[in-house]
C-alpha cells in the first residue's frame, strides 16, 4: 500500500501565498502522476495541477496563472505553490498519486486526507 501525507494547509490572507507538501510512502514501485485536487464546501472535487513522472504539468483553468507543481523523485514528494489566493481558493486539498506497488498489475490510485486551506481577512 501507499500512504500520502499532506502538510501546508492553513489560514492565509487574500493575496498571500502557500506552499503545500504530501509525501508518498509504502511499498511504491513507480509513480505514474502526482497531482492536487480541492473541494471547496457544496462543490464537486477540481483538479488543481497534476505532474507526470517525466515531468509534464497541467493546471486547472482557475489557478494556471497562480499555480506551480512540483515534485522531488528521491523524496516522492510532490509541492503546490499557489500565490494571490482568494477567498475562492478555500478548499480542502487532497494529494492524488496513480503508482504500481510492484512490478506488473494496473496502476492504483491514492488519496491523502486532505488539508484545508483557508483564504481570510
Known amino acids: 500500500q501507499v500512504q500520502l501525507v499532506e502538510s501546508g494547509g492553513g489560514l492565509v490572507q487574500p493575496g498571500g501565498s502557500l506552499r503545500l507538501s504530501c509525501a508518498a510512502s509504502?511499498?511504491?514501485?513507480?509513480?505514474?502522476?502526482m497531482a492536487w485536487y480541492r473541494q471547496a464546501p457544496g462543490k464537486q472535487r477540481e483538479l488543481v495541477a497534476h505532474?507526470?513522472?517525466?515531468?509534464?504539468?497541467h493546471y486547472g483553468e482557475s489557478v494556471k496563472d497562480r499555480t506551480t507543481i512540483s515534485k522531488d523523485n528521491a523524496k516522492n514528494t510532490v509541492y503546490l505553490q499557489m500565490n494571490s489566493l482568494q477567498p475562492e481558493d478555500t478548499a480542502v486539498y487532497y494529494c492524488?498519486?496513480?503508482?504500481?506497488?510492484?512490478?506488473?498489475?494496473?496502476?492504483?490510485?491514492?488519496w491523502g486526507r486532505g488539508t484545508q486551506v483557508t483564504v481570510s481577512s
Open positions: 492524488n498519486v496513480v503508482a504500481r506497488t510492484r512490478a506488473v498489475g494496473a496502476p492504483t490510485d491514492y
Open positions: 509504502g511499498s511504491i514501485f513507480s509513480i505514474y502522476t
Open positions: 505532474i507526470t513522472s517525466g515531468g509534464s504539468t
